[in-house]
């Protein structure tokens, strides 16, 4: 079954089909949440240099410790920051 599909018959479904839908897309994505963060936390390590774009924009930093999904990135020497681990990449 399509996307297409799915969403053109929610409105045949029950609420209780509805809600089951809603918990095995909300594990899914857990799942896939999970394993994404485990595959960044075996690529980097603490003094990698990283970046990612955020709130404040374009951001580079150095890893001083990562943690289960996050990692603590310091910025400009002074300021560190608790970043996701799915929104970093190596610097080249």
């Known amino acids: 079954m399509t996307l297409t599909n799915i969403l053109n018959n929610l409105s045949q479904l029950s609420e209780t089909e509805l809600r089951t839908l809603n918990r095995a897309a909300c594990n899914q994505l857990k799942a896939n949440r999970n394993a994404e963060s485990a595959r960044k936390r075996d690529l980097f390590s603490p003094g990698d240099h990283v970046q990612w774009n955020g709130r404040m924009g374009h951001t580079v930093g150095v890893i001083i410790r990562i943690k289960r999904k ?16 799915a929104m970093l990449s190596a610097v080249v």
């Not at 990692?71 to 681990?85: C, K, R, S, T, Y």
């Open 70 to 85: 996050k990692a603590i990135v310091e910025v400009g020497g002074f300021q560190n920051w608790d970043v996701p681990l």
